[in-house]
């Protein structure tokens, strides 16, 4: 199986969904941008977000089976893909690539 890297690209922060639908939290996200874990096996790297990972694990899974070219061509490059965090109100983008090696 491939190693697979994911890389927090970007995170959105939706304030006026927080004040209107969220209860106060005071710590909710542990994702730095530019922040990367390596997946072997396609396994949960430790220290990723266990949530965010149901949303990227079926994407980290094929790529660590060489699979890729997700819906027909969608990204540039085949063994790769752009998922978000299935977090409504700062969902954090991320990069799932398959290594080479």
Request: charged share 25%.
């Amino acid at each position: 199986m491939k190693k697979v890297r994911i890389t927090a690209v970007r995170q959105t922060v939706y304030e006026d969904l927080m004040a209107q639908y969220e209860n106060p939290i005071e710590h909710a996200c542990d994702v730095s941008i530019g922040q990367s874990w390596i997946s072997v096996d396609g396994l949960r790297p430790d220290g990723f977000c266990p949530s965010a990972w149901d949303s990227v694990r079926p994407f980290v899974e094929s790529l660590a089976r060489g699979e890729g070219n997700f819906y027909d061509g969608w990204m540039k490059n085949p063994m790769s893909a752009m998922i978000s965090c299935n977090d409504g109100f700062r969902p954090v983008s991320f990069l799932i690539e398959a290594l080479k090696k």
